[in-house]
C-alpha cells in the first residue's frame, strides 16, 4: 500500500482532504480480507522525509496487520527528470539518509550496526536449501543483489503486549550468518544441521537486550515458519501454509504467531543522479523482458525516460536468483 505518512496533514501533499483516513479503513478491509499489508513509501527530502520515524511507529503499533515496510528514496524520471540541479540536491534523499533519520526521529537502532544488504538473507536461503535437500520441488527464493541496491533491518515486535526491541540488538547478525555459512558448507544432513543451527542461535543470541518476553524457542519457531526447517508438511499443518493453495484459515493459523518480524527495507532506485556510479541498481535482483527479448535491470527501465535508453546502454544485467 503507498503509504506518504502518518495523519491527513503528512498525505496534504497529494491534494485529498482525508486520504489518511482512507487508507487506515483500507488497511482494516484488507487484514480482515486475510491480505497481508506491506507499506511502500517514497522519501522526498522536505517532503516527507519527517514521516520515517512515525510510519515506523504506526507499523509498530499495529503488529498484527502490518509485517513490512519498504522505503523507497525518490529517483527523478519521467515527468520530472528535467528538474534544476538545485531542486534535484535539494530533495535528493540516499539511504544513508534514511538510516540516519530512524535513529534521530526515533532514537532506535545504529545506522552502522543495524542495516545490512538485503542480499544477506541469501544465507539463510541457502542453510534452508540445504536442509531441504536436492529432492525438494522448490528451492528457496534467495536475492543476489548487489550491496547497494537496498539495506535493511528489523524489529521483532509482540503482537500481544507490544514488548519490541531492533533484531541486531539481541542477535549478532555478522555472526550469526558467519556462522550459517559454515554450516551449509559442511554440507551434513538435515537432523545435524538444524542442530548447529540451533546452537548458532544459542551462541549469538544476548537475551539481556532481547524484549522480556521473547524466548530462544520462540526464535527457532520463526525460523521453522520461515523456512519449514522441519520439513514442509510439519510446517503446513503446524504453521499454516503459505503456497498457492493457502486457505483464509492458514492465514489465520500463520497470524496466530505472538511475534511480529516488522523488516524495514530501504530500496534504491536508479536516476541521472546516480546511473554512472551505482552499480549496484544495475545489478538488481529483478529483471524485465521485452518482446524483443531484451532483458534489462528492472531498476533501470522502470525508472528511466525512454530516450535515456536508446542513447546510454544498460550494463552489469543479472537474472534473478531463485533456486
Known amino acids: 500500500m503507498q503509504f506518504d505518512g502518518v495523519g491527513n496533514d503528512a498525505n496534504s501533499h497529494r491534494q485529498v482532504g482525508n486520504l489518511f483516513d482512507v487508507k487506515l479503513r483500507a488497511i482494516e478491509n484488507m487484514h480482515e480480507a486475510g491480505i497481508e499489508i506491506i507499506l511502500v513509501t517514497t522519501l522526498v527530502n522536505g517532503v516527507n522525509n519527517d514521516q520515517v520515524g512515525p510510519i515506523i511507529?504506526?507499523?509498530?503499533?499495529?503488529?498484527?496487520?502490518?509485517?513490512?515496510?519498504?522505503?523507497?528514496?525518490?529517483?527523478?524520471?519521467?515527468?520530472?527528470?528535467?528538474?534544476?540541479?538545485?531542486?534535484?540536491?535539494?530533495?535528493?534523499?540516499?539511504?544513508?539518509?534514511?538510516?540516519?533519520?530512524?535513529?534521530?526521529?526515533?532514537g532506535i537502532t545504529e545506522p552502522t550496526r543495524d542495516?545490512?544488504?538485503?542480499?544477506?538473507?541469501?544465507?539463510?536461503?541457502?542453510?534452508?536449501?540445504?536442509?531441504?535437500?536436492?529432492?525438494?520441488?522448490?528451492?528457496?527464493?534467495?536475492?543476489?543483489?548487489?550491496?547497494?541496491?537496498?539495506?535493511?533491518?528489523?524489529?521483532?515486535?509482540?503482537?500481544?503486549?507490544?514488548?519490541?526491541?531492533?533484531v541486531p540488538q539481541f542477535l549478532d547478525i555478522p555472526g550469526l550468518v558467519g556462522d550459517i555459512q559454515k554450516i551449509t558448507d559442511a554440507?551434513?544432513?538435515?537432523?545435524?544441521?538444524?542442530?548447529?543451527?540451533?546452537?548458532?542461535?544459542?551462541?549469538?543470541?544476548?537475551?539481556f537486550k532481547a524484549p522480556p518476553s521473547l524466548a530462544l524457542v520462540d526464535l527457532l519457531k520463526k525460523f521453522d515458519k520461515s523456512f519449514a526447517l522441519t520439513g514442509?508438511?510439519?510446517?503446513?499443518?503446524?504453521?499454516?501454509?503459505?503456497?498457492?493453495?493457502?486457505?483464509?484459515?492458514?492465514?489465520?493459523?500463520?497470524?496466530?504467531d505472538p511475534w511480529n518480524f516488522l523488516f524495514i527495507a530501504g530500496m534504491w532506485f536508479q536516476d541521472l543522479f546516480n546511473y554512472d556510479f551505482l552499480i549496484?541498481?544495475?545489478?538488481?535482483?529483478s529483471t524485465k523482458s521485452t518482446p524483443r527479448g531484451r532483458r534489462s535491470a528492472w531498476k533501470t527501465t522502470s525508472t528511466l525516460s525512454a530516450s535515456t535508453l536508446k542513447t546510454r546502454p544498460v550494463c552489469g544485467r543479472r537474472p534473478a536468483t531463485s533456486r
Open 280 to 285: 549496484g541498481t544495475r545489478s538488481t535482483a
Open 57 to 106: 511507529s504506526f507499523a509498530r503499533e499495529n503488529p498484527r496487520k502490518i509485517a513490512f515496510i519498504a522505503f523507497q528514496p525518490v529517483s527523478f524520471t519521467g515527468r520530472d527528470e528535467d528538474i534544476t540541479p538545485e531542486r534535484r540536491l535539494r530533495q535528493r534523499y540516499t539511504l544513508s539518509h534514511m538510516a540516519l533519520d530512524v535513529k534521530k526521529q526515533l
Open 115 to 166: 542495516w545490512f544488504p538485503i542480499s544477506l538473507m541469501g544465507a539463510f536461503a541457502d542453510f534452508a536449501d540445504l536442509v531441504h535437500g536436492p529432492e525438494a520441488q522448490w528451492g528457496q527464493v534467495s536475492c543476489g543483489c548487489h550491496p547497494n541496491c537496498g539495506v535493511g533491518t528489523a524489529l521483532m515486535v509482540n503482537k500481544e503486549n507490544n514488548e519490541w526491541a531492533p
Open 232 to 256: 514442509d508438511e510439519r510446517a503446513k499443518k503446524k504453521y499454516g501454509s503459505s503456497g498457492p493453495e493457502r486457505t483464509y484459515q492458514d492465514t489465520l493459523k500463520r497470524r496466530s
Open 187 to 207: 554440507g551434513r544432513g538435515k537432523v545435524f544441521s538444524n542442530l548447529m543451527m540451533g546452537l548458532a542461535l544459542l551462541k549469538n543470541y544476548k537475551p
